[in-house]
């Protein structure tokens, strides 16, 4: 975990207000700290402003109040292109991916303003990513829900960026391939990548996260370690929804008999669709 008294802040935003018709602001004095080495979850109530926080400091949503710092240099409302080349990577959670391209391709589209760091950069990726390396001659579009999931993040990696922000990257997946993802977002992490990550899972974010903002109404409600907040049982009770069901349930099961082979096979999850 990150040494909060002596990491270089990298991304900030400071009373950030923000919406996407006039007039109706969606973000509505929103400020968070993301450190260097820091794995940030953003969790909340649905329409709390989570994806609009990203969208905001990825130049995608009209800012009206506020600012968003990137290594103290101000970079609210800069364009998308801009923003990848001061070093913000940002991976969506739809339409994350060039499904005509090879994997190959869309790892190289990540590097369009710099394409001499192509073999630096995928050495790195490939590290991360060993399996899509193997397939890299493979339309993106064949590739499963995960497996996008992942050219997605190495494509925002080739550009080395000093933040990554992540939109629901475990949204539509199997329970597998959550678990799976969430592993990825840690292993990049402890390469001292700078994370800001939206998710819908709050129990796992908060198990991964270092630190954690809980939004509500456009603002940063409640803050603190991922541990502390996934023990806070006022947060559980107001914010994470299931998740008090689910420990309990957890509780409950543990002292169950294992399940007959057979009977674990049919609790398996569906295949993820691709």
Known sequence: MTDTTTATTVLETTDLV???????NILNG???VARQGDLIGIIGPNGAGKSTLLKA???????????????GEDITGLKADRLVAKGVGMVPQNNNVFPSLTIEENLEMGLFQQPKMFKERFEFVAALFPELVKR?????????????QMVAMGRALMMDPAVLLLDEPSAGLSPVRQDETFLRVAEINSHGVTIVMVEQNARRCLQIAHRAYVLDQGKDAYTGTGREMLNDPKVIQLYLGTLATDVEEKARTASQPVAEPGAARAAEPRAEQP
Request: net charge positive; aromatic share 6%; with cysteine.
């Open 18 to 24: 923000a919406g996407y018709l006039p007039g109706v």
């Open 30 to 32: 929103c400020s968070i």
């Open 57 to 71: 400091v990825f130049g995608q949503v009209n800012i009206r109040g506020g600012g968003v710092q990137l290594r």
């Open 136 to 148: 890299r001659r493979q339309r993106a579009g064949s590739l499963s829900g995960g497996e996008r």
